[in-house]
């Protein structure tokens, strides 16, 4: 079953989102960044391609040709795809297909109409039965 980990208190969502996907991709996972927004889509593609200066992710959109065979993609069709490991969500709603993965990963900003949308995301998962961890950014925990 799906363990789904909520960062909470995040100062920037697409900032942690690259810190995580670095950190999984280390640890030899598959990781797909999810979101229907194509504004998130590219403003995260140029992070993992800036950000760290002397480091690069390889990455691409989950509809590439070679989207497969790549450890880190971005978008929001996972059909096709083999991963598996890891999802972060970037959307303020459920990805449908987040139960394949391994993991899920929740980041929410400090924003109060986010929380709001991210405290529905809780319920859902919590009713359903999913292993919840909750990560609290103030405390400085990266887990």
């Not at 790549?70 to 096709?80: F, R, W």
């Not at 998962?125 to 405390?139: A, I, N, P, V, W």
Request: hydrophobic fraction near 35%.
């Amino acid at each position: 079953m799906t363990r789904v980990d909520f960062y909470t208190h995040a100062p920037d969502k697409l900032d942690l989102a690259r810190i995580l996907t670095g950190k999984a991709y280390r640890q030899g996972l598959r990781v797909m960044l999810y979101s229907p927004d194509s504004r998130v889509v590219a403003d995260m593609d140029r992070r993992l391609w800036e950000v760290p200066a002397n480091s690069f992710l390889p990455h691409c959109g989950c509809t590439a040709p070679h989207a497969s065979a790549t450890p880190v993609v971005l978008g929001e069709a996972a059909d096709h795809l083999p991963h598996d490991n890891v999802l972060i969500n970037l959307h303020d709603t459920t990805p449908t297909f987040f139960s394949r993965f391994e993991r899920l990963i929740e980041i929410v900003s400090l924003d109060g109409a986010d929380q709001d949308a991210a405290r529905l995301r809780w319920r859902f998962y919590k009713q359903r039965g999913y292993e919840m961890h909750s990560h609290d950014l103030r405390d400085n925990k990266h887990d």
